[in-house]
């Protein structure tokens, strides 16, 4: 069963806008922390940005000002708004989602990833 189903992806020209979303289903608890994370062949994966369960977000230098994270506790999702977007951010969006379960324990779960292209 998959747990983190995203949506969003596609194609957009340089300039442009693009929002992802990504929701947790009924089957886990609700998230603590998100995250989104991007990834072109041949690369590493990287952090793009994140929300902690009490709102503060951090953001790579790279999307800075131009991409916003933000969630619904309630339907418990995770959104990245992108503007402005750029050739460059081109790959495989992925969410992940961390769930502490007591001390230093916790649980994760990545989406199954989606793809973003940006034309110029």
């Known amino acids: 069963q998959v747990q983190l189903v995203e949506s969003g992806g596609g194609l957009v020209q340089a300039g442009g806008s693009l929002s992802l979303s990504c929701v947790a289903s009924?089957?886990?608890?609700?998230?603590?922390?998100w995250s989104w994370y991007r990834q072109s062949p041949g690369k590493q994966r990287e952090l793009v940005a994140e929300?902690?369960?009490?709102?503060?977000?951090t953001y790579a230098d790279s999307v800075k000002d131009r991409f916003t994270i933000s969630r619904d506790n309630a339907k418990n999702t995770v959104y990245l708004q992108m503007h402005s977007l750029k050739p460059e951010d081109t790959a495989v969006y992925f969410c992940?989602?961390?769930?502490?379960?007591?001390?230093?324990?916790?649980?994760?779960?990545w989406g199954q990833g989606t793809q973003v292209t940006v034309s110029s």
């Open positions: 992940y989602a961390k769930i502490w379960t007591g001390g230093f324990a916790f649980s994760d779960y």
């Open positions: 929300i902690t369960s009490s709102g503060i977000t």
């Open positions: 009924e089957s886990i608890a609700s998230v603590d922390d």
